[in-house]
């Protein structure tokens, strides 16, 4: 059985958003175009609290820098996708009457989540992978933003769980911090994933 996961496709990853992704918006319409050739369509939300231990602002820092947390290196990002906020909301073309179920991640406040899977701790679920498999789901085609984060993580994880992975690049945008679309590419490729 086979699912399209769309990733993070929210007001802040797009023009004008708080994080936004080049040409985030642009793939708003193919995406819905895709979700009647799937039995089960999936959105994730990116979903952080104020204050969240990923924001730069927790930590005085310059948006785009790096510091080491408990779970390993971590990216501060502007504050983005506040609970409730418009910035959150998903952008406003997306058809998300389609989707049988919405994973929101990020949450946890002293935790980031790119992946759809697990906190980036790499071990606390979120509970998608029992969604899927309960329903009987094992190909997953993902498309969303942003293709070197969110995405990229997303479908490794899928692939080390065991499931057949798609990535439809054409359906995705990146945000490019310092080589990452390129480096992501390489290890989705390695951990199995097909790029498309
Ligand atoms: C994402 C950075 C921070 C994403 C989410 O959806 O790719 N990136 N939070
Ligand atoms: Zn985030």
Redesign the pocket.
Known sequence: MKALIV??VQND?CPGGA?AVNGGDQIVAGINAMMPKFEAVILTQ?WHPAGHS?FASSHDAAPMSVIDMPYGPQ?L?PD??IQGSDGAAFHTGLNTHAADTIVRK?YNPAI?S?SAFFENDHTTPTGLHGYLQTRGINDLTLVG??TD???NYSAIDAAQLGYNVTVQLDLTRG?DLDGSLATAKTAMEKAGVTLS
Do not use: E, M, N, R
């Open positions: 990733i993070d990853f994080l990116d990923s990216v990002w983005h996708c990020g980031d790119y933003l942003a984060f969110c995405v945000i």
